[in-house]
C-alpha cells in the first residue's frame, strides 16, 4: 500500500501499512468518502504531523484524543487549528499556561502550531480523523492500533523524548513508553473542564526545555508564529 507520508516515517512504519487493521482504515475513509460524507481533516493532511516532525526529529511528543470536528479547524496536528482559525478554548488554556510559566504572551488569534511541530514537537491525535460534527466518529475504526505503533517505535527506536501526557485518555498511554530511556510528564487536559484541576500549574513548557538542555538538545521556543509566515 503507498500511503502518502514523510520518507522517514514511511521506512520506520513499514509494517503498520501492511498490516489488514490499516486497509480496514483505507476502506472505511474510502466508503465514508464515498457516501457524501464530509472528513477532517482533509486527506492531504491526514498525516501533516508526521510531515512536519520527521521521525528522526522528533524530541518532544504531545499526545492529543481526536481532530477537530468544525469547518476549517483541523489539519493534523493536535490542539492547533488552521491559519484564520479562532483558537479553541483548550488551546487559549494551553496559551494561559505557557505565560504563566515562562512569560510568553500569544495572541488568542493564532492557532496554528506548526512552529512547534518543526521544532520537533510531535503533535499527534490518537485518532487521524474524525467525520464533521461527529467527535470521536472515527475514533474505533482502528486509527488508535495504528498511532499506539508509533507510540511504540518512538520509544523503541529513539532515546530521550519528552511524552506530554495531558488527560486520563493520553496518560493511559503510558504503559507503551520505556521510562528508562525517556521522560513522562502528566497533567490535566488544558479542556475548560478540567485545566484548573492539574493542568494551569504544571509548568510543562519550562520542565520540557530544562530536560531537553541537560540532553544537549535545543529547547523549543514556544512563541507561535503569526499565521502570515506559515
Known sequence: MDVKIEPSWKTTLNDE?????????????KTEKMAGKTIYPPGPLIFNAFEQTPFDKVKVVL???????????????????????????????????IKSDIGIT???????????????????NATLTVRANEPNSHSKIGWTVFTDAVIRKISELKTGVVFLLWGRFAQ??????????????KAAHPSPFS?????????????????????????IDWNIETPADL
Open 172 to 185: 493511559e498511554k503510558q504503559i507503551l513508553i520505556d521510562e528508562t530511556k525517556h521522560y513522562v510528564l
Open 63 to 97: 499526545l492529543g484524543q481526536d481532530p477537530y470536528h468544525g469547518a476549517g479547524q483541523a489539519h493534523g496536528l493536535c490542539f492547533s487549528v488552521q491559519k484564520g482559525i479562532t483558537p479553541p478554548p483548550s488551546l487559549i488554556n494551553i496559551y494561559k499556561e
Open 195 to 219: 485545566a484548573d484541576k492539574g493542568f494551569f500549574g504544571c509548568k510543562h513548557f519550562s520542565k520540557t526545555n530544562d530536560l531537553l538542555i541537560q540532553q544537549g538538545k535545543d529547547p
Open 17 to 29: 501499512f501492511t498490516q489488514p487493521y490499516f486497509a480496514q482504515i483505507v476502506h472505511f475513509l
Open 106 to 124: 500569544i495572541p488568542s488569534t493564532q492557532g496554528n502550531l506548526s512552529s512547534w511541530a518543526q521544532q520537533g514537537v510531535l503533535l499527534l
